[in-house]
Nanobody, 114 residues
């Protein structure tokens, strides 16, 4: 059974950086597209960034483009999201999953506040 475990969230001030990680019980290393999603309070879950297997074709939604960097280490079965210049609007629970999501993990909470 697929099980994603996200980590690295926390409370940061606007403008700061943070890196999220996600492990996937073998799923990440065997999945072509991996995706970071986020869900803010009262809002629907949305896609934030995705990356192909080789790690050389990332995609970002406009709201995070230029500030976030998605990467993966297939040997370690780990997906990353480097987040720079954080804004309060980035506050959300962040999840990783495939592009056809199954079995959501607990997510990791990011709060950006002064």
């Amino acid at each position: 059974q697929v099980q994603f475990v996200e980590s690295g969230g926390g409370l940061v001030q606007p403008g700061e950086s943070l890196r999220l990680s996600c492990t996937g019980s073998g799923t990440i290393r065997s999945t072509y597209f991996m995706v970071w999603y986020r869900q803010a309070p009262g809002k629907e879950r949305e896609k934030v960034a995705s990356i192909n297997y080789a790690g050389d074709v990332p995609y970002y939604v406009p709201a995070v483009r230029g500030r976030f960097t998605i990467s993966r280490d297939n040997a370690k079965d780990t997906l990353y999201l480097q987040m720079n210049s954080l804004k309060p609007d980035d506050s959300a629970v962040y999840y990783c999953n495939t592009d056809s999501p199954v079995n959501w993990g607990q997510g990791t909470l990011l709060t950006v506040s002064s």
